[in-house]
Structures are given as C-alpha cells and as structure tokens.
C-alpha cells in the first residue's frame, strides 16, 4: 500500500503540469494560455471572456491581469493539491458518519453536493476561485486518467466464468440494448428537450445518457441467493456498454465535426475500434497475466503489473493503435481476474483492495469537480424549466431500458443462465448511472462546435445521474422485496442457526474460561453476557417483523405443539422445501469444496492450474441442475490425448526395422542379402547417398539454360549412379525380405515410388540423348517442367534422414504425455482431498438427516471413482504419480518451513530484517519448485519400504524386513486379505491398485475399534471402500491388535508386494522394544494420528483448525505401552488425550469412554480395565492412548513423571492413595527402629517416582542372569538383531510376601 501516495502525487502532478498550475510560466505565458485555449477549453462567451489571455499593459513586458476572475501571483503555485486532498479528507468524513449513521443517501450524492457547494462559492467569490482551478482540466486528460480505473476495476472483480457463460446475455444488452436505449432518449431529447438540436446531436444526448455504472446495486445482489446471475450481467452490461457509447460517442462526435462524412468511413471506424480493441485486449491481457505469474510473493511487483497493464492498455489503444482502448482494458481486466489465483491469497488481497481504493478516489474526485463545474460556470443556466426536464429524461431513459429488457427477455431466456421477468425488472431498476456520462457530457461542454448544447447535456446527464442514485438505489432492496428475489430460502435460515448457535456455544466458551483469570475475576459477567448476545441476523430481515417479535419461522423450522405436553415438535418439510433445501445444499457443498481446493493450493498441496482447473468445475457444477461435478470432463485429464497416442503409435511403426517385417530366410544367398540389410552400415552408406544427391538435385532444379554438353553429362551421370545404387538397395531388400515383406514398411513403400519417378525421368534423358531434341534449351516445354517435377520429388527421399530424429520426437511426445498426466493425477489429488473434507464438514453445512445421507453418498462415490482413476494411471505410469507426489511434499514442507518462520518473528527470535532474509531463502525455493519441470523416477521397492513412516528412525528394523521378507506377485482379483481371517502378517504395496470392502463386525464395537485402517470418516458401523495405492501398508491394525479382519483387500490390477509374517514382525517388536519410540508404538501412532484427524475437528478447541494445521500439532504426539497401569495420572505436561483403542474411565466422574474418542482436559486420572474399579468383558483389548505433549515437552519427561502404579489398586474415592501406598506411607512416620526403616528403604516411600522405562522391560538384567541366557543361546538363534523380549525379562517388582512387609495387619 505504501505504492497509493507515490501514485497520487504523481497523479496529480500530471493534472496541474498540465494545466499550468505549478508553473508560474504558465500563468504568465500567454502562448501557453492560448493554446490552452485552442485545445477547447472554452466552450461558451462567459467561459471565453474568463479564459482570455492576460493583457501586456505594464512596462518592461509585465503582465497585469485585468480580469478580477484571474488569480494572482501571491497564491501558491500548488494550491491545486489543497482541493484534491480535502476533497478526499471529506469523503473520508462523510463514509465514517454514513457508516455509523446508516445513511441511505448514496456517497456520490454527497460527494456531487459538496462539489456543487465549492462550485456556488467560487462564482460568488473571486478569490476563492483558484482553490478549484484543478476543476478546469482538460476531459481529455481525466478520462486518461480515471476511466482505466473504473474500468479495471469492474473487469478485475467480476467473475471470470460466470462473465463468460453470461457474455451472449451482456452483448445482448450491452450492445443492441444500449443502442436502442440511445435512440429512444434521442427522440425524446429531439422533440421535448431542445428544439433548435438536430437529430444528431440528440442521438449524441442519448448516448451519453446510456452508460450504466452498477456498483452500489451490485453490492447488495451479491449477498441475495437469487442476485448472482443479475449481479454478474449488470457488470457486464456496465464495462460492454461503456465500451459501446465510447466507440458510439467517437463515431457521432467525429460527424459533427465533420472528420466523419460517409458512412463508409464510420462503419470502417467502428470496426476498427471493435476490432483492434479486441485483439489489443487480448495481447495486453496475456502479458500482463503472464508478468503477474511470475510474482507470487511479491507485493510492489503485483500491484505494479496490473497498474501498468491497465494505464498502457487504455493509452496505447486510444493514443497509438486508435482503436478501442476501453474495450482492451475491459477484456485484459476479465482475463488477469481469470489468471489472479497465480499470486499468493495476500497479495492478491492487497491487489483488489489497492484498486478499490483507486476506484473509491476516482469516484470521490470526478463527482466532486462536475459538482464544481455545473455550479461555478452553468449556475445561471438552471432554471425551473431545466429542473423539470431532468424528471423527463429520468422517466424516458428508464422507460426505454425497460421497453428494450421487455423485448429482449424471450431471447435472453434461452442464453446464458436464463431470464425471468422478475430478473429483467430487476435489472431496469438496477441501471445505475455513473461517471462516464459525466465525462462525456463535460466533453461536449469543452468542445466549441457543440459548446451551446453542451450547458443542457451536462445539466440533464448531473441530474440523470443523481436521480438514479437517489432513486434507484435507495429503492433496490424493497425493489427486490416486491420482486420476490430478496426472499431468505428456508436452508439459508436454517443455516444462517446453525451459525448463530455455534457462536454462541463458543461465547459461552470464552467466557468460561475469561472467568479463570484473575485480573477479570472481578468483572460485571451479567453484563458481559449481555453485551456479547446478537440476534438472529435474519429476524429483522424479514419483512414485516419488529424487533420483539416472538415468531421463530426465521429461523428456518416450522414447528407443532403437542395438546398434552405442549412441546414444540419440528414438522417434516415438504417436497418442495426438500428440493431448496438439497438445492441449497449443494451450492454450499461447492462453496466447501471451493476453499477447501484454494487452501490446498495456499499449502502447496495443488498447483496453480490444478486449482484453477476444480474451481472451473465447481463453477460449471454450480450452474447445472443436480450441482455435481463433471467427472467425465474431468476424466479427460487422467487420459493422454487421442492424437499424442495417434502419433507416438506411427512413430513406434516408423521405427519398426525392416527385418522385423519378415522372417529370416533359409537360403544361404537370401540370409547373406538378410544380414547385408539389417546391418547397421548399410542404413548409413544409403544416409550418405542421399546427402550426396541433395546437391546434385538442387543444382539440377534450379540449373538455368542454356546447359554445357560437359554440364548436362556429368549430371546425367550422376543422376544414373544414384538411381543405381537406390535400385540396387530396392533389389537387394527384395531378394532378402520378399516383396510381400518389403512393402510392409513405410519407408520402403516411399523408395518404392521415388524410384518409379526417378525411372520416368530416367527415361526422359535417354530419349533427349537418343534424339535431337534438346530438353535443356527448350524453357518451354512441358516436358522439361514434368522432368523438373520428378527431379524435386527426390527430395522426398530426405525424409528418410528423419527416421534419425523419430527417438527424439517420441522422447518429445512422451514427456508432454507425462506432463498432461502429472497435471491431471494433481487435479484428481485435490479433487479427492476435497471431497474428503467436505464430507466430514457436512454435518456442518446440512443438518438435514436426509439431504446429509443423499450428499455424503453422491460425495464418496465421486471420491471413489477418482481415486480408482488415479489408482490406475500410478499402475500405468508411476513417474507421473511420483512428480506430482513429490512435489507437492516439497511445497507443503516449505510452506511449513515459511509458517515457522513467521512463528519465529512473533516470539523475538527474529527481527524484521532477519525475518526477511529467511523468508527470501524459503521463498527461492518455492518459485524454483512451482517452475520445476522435471519428472521424477520412481523408488525401488527396498526404498518405498523404508519410506514406511513407522519404521522412520529403525535402520535396524528396516534391515530386518528386507532380510526376511520378499516380494510376490498378485493377479487382478487376486485377494490379499479376506473378512474374518486371523492377521498371519502384513503387505506393503510396491506397484499396482487394491480395492478395500469394509463390512462392519457383527460383535458391539464399544471397546474396540474396527481391524480396519483405511476409514475416512467414524461411521464404524456402515460399509466403505477405498483403493490402495503403492507405498502403503496392508494390515497394521491386524498385527498390532490379533483381532480378525472387517474387511476384504482385492487386487483392481496386477500387484506386487513384500509380505512380512507374523513371526518376522514380532520378532521386529523386540528389535525396538522402546516404550514410545519402538515400533509397535510407532505402528500405534500412525493409526492414533490418522483417528486423531478425524476425531479433533469435532472438539470445539479445534473448530477453527485446519487439517494441516492439526497434522502439525499431532507430529510430536506419541502412543506409550500402558500394559502395566491401572490408573494413569493426566498431568500438565499433557495437552490433550484421544484414546485409540480399548476403554477407560473418568476417576472422579466415573464417565466412560469408547474409542476412538477425545479425554477432555477436565480429567486427571483415567482408570484402565486392569483395575478392579473397571468392569469389562474379558475381551476388551489393551488400552491405547495418543498423547499429545505440551510445547517443548519431552515424551520420555511425561512419562519419567507417571507413578508406577503396576501394583497400585484404589479402593475407595475417598482417597486418592491406594492401601499399599497407604501403609508404606505409615511405616515410614511411625517406624523407628533401623529394621523398620531398612526394610522401608527396600521398598518405595511414598508416591516415589520410578524410571518408566524399568517399568515396561524391568531392571538391567543382572551379571547372575546373563549365563542362562548364554546358554539358552544354543536353543535360540540369535541373529545380529535379537534383542530379549519383554517375555524373557525377570519381573522388577517382588511380591509383598517376599519382602515381608504385611499389607493387612
């Protein structure tokens, strides 16, 4: 932003240089005064007589000014800015107090009186004139300067796909409807207005009164349901009609002045303007959108591209090329809108609010001088009759559009998104008028030729313009109310609660927990309270509704009450209500899947086409019918292209050998002539003959006679060698391969029939060496042109050398291949990505139980279909699938890298400048990424099993696998793992596509989650299926938990995997027998972390996060073996809990939970089914819990702090300290003999802390230990990775009777 006060000062430097403002020389030339004056700033006697130059009656050459009306050279040369900037300062005031006020007059309206007030004391006072000399600029110049910003703007902001499906609707009324708009007002101007006008200066009024200017009606559409189709072809309408009237205005103008006299001449001019607008809008577009691309980051550079691309589009089209240069703008607006998801969200944020801006103060700055002008100069001119005439131009005006809607609506009916007659009157009433008539009009008014009529144009456009505004726009929403298109549908009530409720719930929330801080202890929290409750925003809304109504039918429920209880029951809607719901729905399900799509591209997960790409399907899906995207267009990215397929085949035949097309012959002869073709040489001895005859050729073709007798036989002759040698190529391929084998190859096919044209033209120059007919003089024989047309016919035999280039044409086609299909395996990974979260968002979005079972199954079957397409095309091309994969890791991680950095600014570690030096270095290699072409190979097999993120950090185990495990090859519809068989081991997929069947267990599911690892959602107890690619993991679940498999695994394509058994992987669990950090825990946090995704965005805390942002925090969380607790202690250093598998129970409320599930921070100790307090079944499995540790917290410090509670059993509530503490703790008060307390120092004091990890493996095993263990060696084989089993360790703790301490006295 810091670009907007360079700007203006440089803006406005222009506009007074211009002028001779700042330049004393230019007050005091009066050359400069008169070519001011030549260039038609005087339009009318009172202006001529004020503009006159000054006069030279003082000695030496002096000027003195005559005129009162002139300023003198004690004002300051820059007083210009003074006005500019208080103009601006005002309008600063008058939007604050319309903001706070709600004022319903419109801010041009404003702006236009204040202009006027300025203007009334500048013809009433003198000297306050040269305040608003700036006003006085030539029309020219302000157009040059304002009109770009208007324009690009408007452009800039439409929706770029919605301006296309409506554009056959936006020429409609943008160009005819304009045009019969400006021959209807001409008529009324021509008999009401002006008798003394000719009809083309009427046509010339009304034309400057049909341009729109929408913006405030458009403001108000966009947030209607049913407004953004008329929002979309009201912006069209403005930027095309705008471009219409200024091409109109140039035409008629020009025959005024008589530059134009033939109608020839103007339809040449109007076609040249449409034209040339065009093709420059389009070049200019595809530059500028193109030098945007480039900067992602960079702000200064962004804004710079779309300022110059608009200034040198508008001033090149109309200064150099003269063509349309507002149509340019126009287009190249609409095209960089198309292409401005290339730059990052912010600065693409600034862009838009930085042209805002330079709108906001265009419109502020041309209201303000034509409120100036008409008061200051045309004061006089008003009179009563002028006013009424205003009403009449209005009436005629709005009469017209409505008369040319009314006539074009059955044709816009069946174009673009359709029209009704409510649409077409709301587009009437919605035809704004705005700051082009006004230039246009002042135009006129500077011009001498039409300087008479010009006072009326002004005067009458001004009060168009602000009748439109005071009108029109201040009646809309009831406009739209009458209409019916303001009505709030009964989803977007629903909705609208479902949001108003969850921001309540989150108030109460905040003010829960404000509560516990005390320095707010104290505060009024009934007053808090109350200043923090809103209302539902649609209650007053509604029409006919008063603040205390007590109606809910805004809330979007309609309910009955029961006679005997008297409860409220929600009724069923009906079928029509369904359908707007579902309707609804599903438009909000594409705004989901929209952002979803833009915030994966803001983590690098997509690239920039591939979003541009699904928000173009969305939109498409948004205008169609049922709302469902077009898989089948989309389809078309994960195919090569029909004719890259076409052409890499022909080639492949091209490149056929010879030999291959024939079998190798038996006869000795015929196998000598076989291996004589197929031999490399020969190919090059026939290369080199053909290089040797292309000159011959070419001096032959272009030989000019008369032709030497030593000439035409040396050419003779050579031209005999070669077709020799081509001949005896042809016989010998003959000989070798068979005629039927030899014109099985192209090639051959082409020497056959080059050299039957080289036998005709043999055969000519024996009959010229024969006969006395000379063909070398003769220039105009028909034979000599037939004989120099078989000769350049040779030149065929050049393709040949071709065949050399085919490997690397196909190497061409297959890289484009590749690059199609990277793009389109990444647009198929967002679209899946995406409609993932939407689908565990629409619980969210719907709270229609039916509309949320019709969308989610619509929603997963289009998951499914792309992820088995995507699935297919890894199989068939894995490079493409490994590209993208690992590009889009490299960007998600850098923009990881980038959110880190800005973490470490806001906690001091870096200051500005630091801050950006890092942020440059980041920011390097993502440019260099998204620019990165490349394709990558794919992994072997031994490193995608080592890329396995449980087996991260185990080398050894990682070793041991590969030792002891093998790859094996599965058919298609080969099964893998079959429903209700016993886990015998695990797959890790290498290549190829498994589909996965989930069938819920017939067993209850409360104290055991599913042996299925590939869920997406928690709905355990209802069938899915997914596709497995390579580089996972089939069946971890089912070695970590034994328990039978709920689904079926069955091979889509051919498959290769590595099986590990059972054995080899519990035999693996004791290579990392680590508590947290061993691989079975690590196996466990990768389930845990995967349920945690889907289990945390329902936990209010995590409302508002990202799934990304969610993947960070779980990266530190960790699963620890609890095996040997019975109560767990949840301390601070723990910031939240999801329990994964098995159950466990609340200490202090006895509440239960089930997996998976979240353990609310309110709990502090968690009973765990070994404890005799908990009641289960005996088939309740281990407890498993993911920790997530708090910041800087170290997972073995959470767990050094847990007591050691193996043989702990609380057995009342009432103390938190178990019998067996409890009479350790009196032994060690009461005790005072030194038996007593050595035996106490044998035993633990107390709630003693103990090494967690002693308590899972036991102590070191001692010196007395390790010879059985040596001898056992012998039964055992012990590889170089064996390490003792938890089975095989002594237990840490001896029994109380061993120690002789007595529990129960």
Known sequence: MSLLPAYLFCLFSLFLSYNGVLSKSNITDPVSQEAIFDKGTANSSDVSERLEPPSLNGRNGTVEFDDPYRPTLAYPTSIAFLFVFLTLLFGVIVRAIMLCTSMCIPYRVVMFVFGGILGFFAHNYPHFKPFVEICYIDVDLLLTVFLPIIVFFTSYSVDSHSFWRSFPQIVMVGVFGVLLTALIAAFMAYYLIESSWNFSTALLFGIVCSPIYPVEIVTQLKELTKGKNISVLLLGEGLIGDVTVMIEFTAIFGYLAMALTDASQIALLLLRFAGGGVLLGVVMGKITAGLLSLTYYDLLCSVTVTLAGAYLTYYIG??????????????????????????????????????????????????????????????????????????????????????????????LRH?????????????????????????????????????????????????????????????ITKVLKILGLAEISLAKKANMTNCVKRVMMTRDRCISMLKMDKFLADANWDLVQANTTIKHPYQLQMSGRDEDSD?????????????????????????????????????????????????????????????????????????????????????????????????????????????????????????????????VWFDGFIYVMILCNTPVILFEVAM????????????????????????????????????????????????????????????????????????????????????KLLRMLRFLRLCKLARVSVPKIMAYIDRMIDIQLAFGYDVGKGFVTGETEVCNLLPQLVDNIQIQETLYNKLEADRLAVTRQLGLLQRDRPWTAITVKTRQATTSTLNIMLSDAMQLKEEGFLDEMEYRLLVNAIQERVQAIRHKGSLVAPSSPETQLRA???????????????????????????????????PKGLYILVSGLCEASYLPPEEDLDEAIPNYEFLTDLKFSEPSQDYIVSGNAIGVLGVLTNRPYNYTVRCESAVQAYYITMQVIKEAFNLAPNPIMGLESSMWREIGIKLSLMVLPSVPAYHSWSSEKISMRLEHAFVPCLKAFKIFVVSELMEDIILLDGVCQDLATRELFQPPCYIPRTVHRLIFPKSSQLIVSGQCPETKLLIVPAKDTDE??????????????????????????????????????????????????????????????????????????????????????????????????????????????
């Open 948 to 982: 396995i993120s449980w087996l991260q950090g185990n080398e050894r185990v990682a070793d041991y696998f590969i030792e002891n495990s093998e790859i094996h090859n599965y058919n298609i519809n080969d099964i893998l793992i079959s429903r209700g068989d016993q």
């Open 1196 to 1305: 073995l410090d959470i767990m050094e702090d847990e007591l050691d509670d193996l043989q702990c059993e609380l057995v009342s509530n009432a103390s938190s300290r178990c019998l067996y503490h409890k009479v350790v703790r009196k032994l060690s008060t009461e005790s005072r003999n030194k038996s007593a307390m050595r035996g106490r120092k044998r035993r633990r004091a107390g709630l003693k802390r103990v090494n967690y990890r002693e308590s899972v493996w036991g102590k070191q095993i001692s010196t007395a230990t390790m010879p059985v263990m040596a001898g056992t060696q012998s039964d055992k084989e012990f590889s170089k990775y064996f390490k003792p089993s938890l089975d095989e360790v002594p237990e840490k703790l001896e029994s109380p009777k061993a120690t002789g301490l007595q529990l129960f006295p």
């Open 318 to 411: 109309e200064k150099f090329f003269y063509v349309s240069g507002l149509l340019g703008t126009v287009i190249a607006g609409v095209m960089v809108s198309k292409r401005k998801s290339t730059v990052s969200a912010e600065v693409e944020q600034v862009v838009s609010h930085f042209w805002r801006i330079l709108s906001h103060i265009a419109n502020t700055l041309i209201f303000a001088i034509v409120g100036v002008v008409i008061f200051e100069k045309l004061c006089y001119v008003i009179s009563v009759r002028q006013c009424a005439l205003i009403f009449v131009t209005y009436t005629t005006v709005y009469t017209s559009r409505l008369l040319v809607y009314a006539a074009m609506t059955p044709i």
């Open 704 to 787: 000019r006679g008369p032709v030497t007798p030593t000439v035409t036989f040396t050419i003779k002759s050579l031209n005999l060698f070669f077709f020799i040698i081509y001949l005896w190529e042809m016989l010998i391929k003959f000989y070798a391969l068979t005629i039927r084998g030899y014109f099985k190859s192209h090639w051959n096919k082409l020497d056959f029939f080059i050299i039957v044209m080289a036998t005709g033209d043999l055969i000519l120059d024996i009959i010229d060496s024969v006969t006395m007919w000379d063909k070398w003089n003769n220039l105009n024989s028909s034979v000599l042109t037939a004989t």
């Open 415 to 475: 174009i673009g998104y359709g029209m009704s007659w409510q649409h077409a009157m709301a587009c009437v009433w919605g035809g704004l008028r705005g700051p082009l008539s006004l230039c246009l009009a002042l135009i006129v008014l500077q011009t001498p030729i039409v300087a008479d009529a010009g006072e009326i144009f002004i005067i009458q456009t001004a009060g168009l313009v602000l009748l439109s505004l005071l009108i029109n726009a201040t009646t």
């Open 551 to 679: 109606d809910d039918t805004y809330m979007g429920y309609h309910y009955t009450t029961c006679p005997d209880c008297e409860r409220e029951i929600p009724n069923e809607p009906t079928k029509k209500e369904i359908a707007e719901m579902l309707r609804e729905a599903n438009q909000r399900v594409l705004k989901a899947m929209k952002i979803s799509y833009w915030r994966q591209y803001e983590h690098g997960k997509i690239s920039k086409d591939g979003v541009r790409t699904l928000v173009q399907a969305v939109e498409v899906a948004a205008d169609s019918n049922d709302g469902r995207i077009n898989l089948e267009q989309l389809g078309t990215l994960w195919k090569p292209k029909a004719h890259a397929v076409w052409l890499r085949r022909k080639l492949v035949d091209m490149m056929i050998p010879d030999a291959a097309n024939a079998q190798v012959p038996r006869h000795p002869w015929r196998q000598r002539c076989y291996r004589i073709v197929t031999n």
